[in-house]
C-alpha cells in the first residue's frame, strides 16, 4: 500500500512563550523552537504500522521553506520511507484551499492508495484534509482513531463523534483520512535515528514543477484574507490564577471546592 501523509510544521507550544508581532496580525515567530504537528505524528505511526502489516510505502509530505525539512527527516527517522517538500515563493501566503491545492498536485503526481492528514494544525482550521478529499474527489473521514485494512481495496476507519460514541464506516480506496489523537502511541525518535537519515536526499518540488498556476495559490490565489489577530480582553467573571504550578492547582483545588465541584 502506498501512503501519502501530510505533515506541518508548526511552532511547539511546549518550548515557547507565544507573543504577537508589531503589526498584531500573527505571533512574533522569530526565535521560535518548531516541531512536528501533533496530529501529524499520529498519521505517521499510523501509516507505518500499516505498512508493517500489509507491505508498501510511506512518504511524508510538507508545504513549506526549506526549513520545513527537519520535519520530514524526523518523520523519516521514525520509519517513513521517502520525503517530499512543496516549495516555491509562489506558495507565500497561503490558506487553507491553496494548501489542499498544493497537496493535490502532489497526490496526483503519484500513486497513492491512502492519504492521511492530521485531524488539525496550529492554526486549528481542520480544513485541510476535508478539502483535498473533495478537491481529489476521494471518500473521506474526519476525526479516525482506528483504522483495519480489509479485502478488495478497502478499509474500515472508526470515528471519534459526541457524546463519547464511536462510529465504524467501510471506505473505499483511495480515500482521505483525518487522523486523531490517541490513534496509537507514536514511537520514540531516537539520535541514531536522526542521524541516519540525516543525509538522505529529499527532493523540492516548486509551482511548475506540480503544474500549479502560480497566481491560483499563495497570496494572490488566497480567498480568505486574516483580518486581525489578538488575545481577548478577560471576560467578566474569568480569573486568571497566579503563582507557581503547584500553587495554581492548590488555588484551583479550592474554588473548586469552594463551588461544590469537588467533594
Ligand atoms: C490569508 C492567510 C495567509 C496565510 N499565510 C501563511 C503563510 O504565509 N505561511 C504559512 O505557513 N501559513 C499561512 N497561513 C496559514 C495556512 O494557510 C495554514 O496554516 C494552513 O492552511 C493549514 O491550516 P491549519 O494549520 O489550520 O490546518 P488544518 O486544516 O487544521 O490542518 C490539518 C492537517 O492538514 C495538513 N496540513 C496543514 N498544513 C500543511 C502544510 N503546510 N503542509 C502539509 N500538510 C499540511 C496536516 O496533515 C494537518 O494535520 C495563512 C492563512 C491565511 C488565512
Do not use: H
Not at 489523537?181 to 541516519?196: A, L, Q
Request: proline share 2%; aromatic share 4%.
Amino acid at each position: 500500500m502506498e501512503i501519502l501523509v501530510c505533515v506541518k510544521r508548526v511552532p511547539d507550544t511546549a518550548e515557547n512563550e507565544f507573543e504577537l508581532n508589531s503589526e498584531g496580525n500573527d505571533l512574533d515567530r522569530d526565535d521560535l523552537v518548531y516541531s512536528v504537528n501533533e496530529w501529524d505524528n499520529y498519521a505517521v505511526e499510523e501509516a507505518i504500522q500499516i505498512v508493517d502489516k500489509v507491505g508498501g510505502n510511506v512518504t511524508v509530505v510538507t508545504v513549506g521553506d526549506d526549513e520545513s525539512e527537519e520535519v520530514l527527516r524526523r518523520e523519516m527517522a521514525m520509519g517513513a520511507n521517502n520525503g517530499v517538500l512543496l516549495s516555491d515563493d509562489a506558495f507565500e501566503g497561503s490558506d487553507c484551499r491553496s494548501i489542499a491545492a498544493i497537496l493535490k498536485a502532489e497526490v496526483e503526481s503519484g500513486a497513492y492508495d491512502l492519504i492521511m492528514t492530521g485531524a488539525q494544525a496550529d492554526d486549528g482550521a481542520a480544513e485541510v484534509g476535508g478539502m483535498l478529499a473533495a478537491m481529489l474527489d476521494m471518500p473521506y473521514a474526519s476525526l479516525v482513531n482506528e483504522i483495519e485494512i480489509r479485502d478488495g481495496g478497502k478499509i474500515k476507519a472508526g470515528r471519534e463523534i459526541e457524546g463519547g460514541n464511536q462510529e465504524m464506516n467501510e471506505i473505499e480506496l483511495p480515500c482521505v483520512l483525518s487522523i486523531q489523537t490517541g490513534i496509537n502511541e507514536p514511537r520514540y525518535v531516537g539520535i541514531r535515528g536522526i542521524r541516519k537519515v540525516a543525509k538522505v536526499e529529499i527532493p523540492t518540488k516548486s509551482a511548475s514543477d506540480l503544474g500549479i498556476e502560480e497566481n491560483s495559490v499563495g497570496e494572490k490565489g488566497s480567498k480568505v484574507k486574516r483580518l486581525d489577530y489578538f488575545v481577548p480582553d478577560l471576560g467578566e467573571g474569568a480569573e486568571m490564577l497566579e503563582g507557581s504550578t503547584d500553587e495554581i492547582i492548590e488555588k484551583l483545588i479550592e474554588k473548586l471546592k469552594s463551588k461544590g465541584g469537588l467533594g
